[in-house]
């Protein structure tokens, strides 16, 4: 073979091997624009946004992410996150999603906390009430009212609430983790209207108790209440089955000892009997007009 012919055929090899490198980067670089046109717009926190927190233009930013990896309920423009509270707090560069948000005109503090239709009360309590500063944010409770209905001398205790969530315990509407009880004065409930009414007449008419319940526990339980008579009402006591009486152990003979005198006792005094009945002997005289009767005087009875 020739040196051209040679030649040539290395230049061939050498545009082939070219022409291939060429199309590999070219779609690598087609698939990064690509990726490029498929990101997206994310609405996350500038700083850290703690709860009631009302979101202005400069607590959120936009940062572009993949499409595939936008979070569900995450905003692409800021104006759809201006002016709403925060109902849980947001970190710095964390998504800003619906679900931490509250509705627009909502207010601020508690009140975006309370969903549609439901109404916050609430009940002042103490260290027992309050079951030892143990019923925190976002735990649930039974309510227990004792007192005295009208025309009734009784003392009654009745569970007028079940399954009821906890807002806040004082001012904490949420718990950091480290504390394992909150001695506070007021416990907000969240119930509904109907509830809210009986709440409150509880609170005024009677003593009231919270009962700490398990979260996953949503079963209502029906009790027919407890009173004083029968919170002490004594057991019926069940008398001890009838025996025949033990008879009595025969007297053992004593023995006399040596030089000792036994006294003599005297026998009993015979019965005395009683009296003959003695008759007494009438004579009926009519003198006359008149009726007159004497008595003769008293003879013993004859026996047989």
Do not use: C
């Amino acid at each position: 073979m020739s040196s051209d012919r040679r030649f040539w055929i290395v230049i061939a090899a050498s545009l082939v091997w070219g022409l291939l490198v060429a199309g590999f980067f070219q779609r690598i670089t087609a698939r990064a624009g690509a990726r490029r046109d498929a990101e997206k717009s994310l609405v996350v926190a500038a700083r850290a946004l703690p709860f009631g927190t009302v979101i202005g233009r400069d607590a959120v930013k936009l940062r572009s992410v993949p499409e595939d990896l936008f979070p569900a309920g995450g905003a692409a423009r800021i104006e759809d996150v201006l002016d709403r509270p925060v109902i849980s707090p947001i970190q710095e560069n964390e998504p800003v999603v619906e679900a931490r948000l509250a509705g627009r005109g909502s207010g601020s503090g508690l009140a975006p906390l309370i969903p549609s239709g439901m109404r916050a009360i609430a009940v002042r309590v103490n260290d027992v009430v309050g079951v030892a500063g143990f019923v925190l944010p976002g735990m649930r409770v039974d309510v227990l009212v004792t007192g005295r209905p009208p025309g009734r001398a009784d003392t009654y205790t009745r569970t007028v609430l079940q399954d009821v969530t906890v807002l806040s315990a004082g001012q904490a509407v949420q718990t950091d983790g480290k504390n394992l009880s909150m001695n506070v004065p007021v416990v907000t409930l969240l119930v509904n209207p109907a509830q809210a009414e009986a709440l409150a007449l509880a609170n005024s008419e009677g003593h009231i108790q919270l009962v700490l319940r398990n979260s996953s526990d949503q079963k209502i339980a029906g009790t027919p209440g407890s009173q004083t008579q029968e919170l002490f009402a004594a057991r019926a006591e069940v008398p001890a089955p009838l025996s025949a009486p033990a008879p009595a152990p025969e007297p053992k003979p004593h023995r006399k000892a040596a030089g000792a005198r036994v006294a003599r006792v005297a026998p009993p005094p015979a019965p005395i009997a009683p009296a003959a009945p003695r008759i007494v002997d009438q004579v009926v005289l009519i003198r006359g007009n008149i009726k007159t009767v004497e008595t003769a005087p008293a003879r013993p009875k004859e026996r047989p």
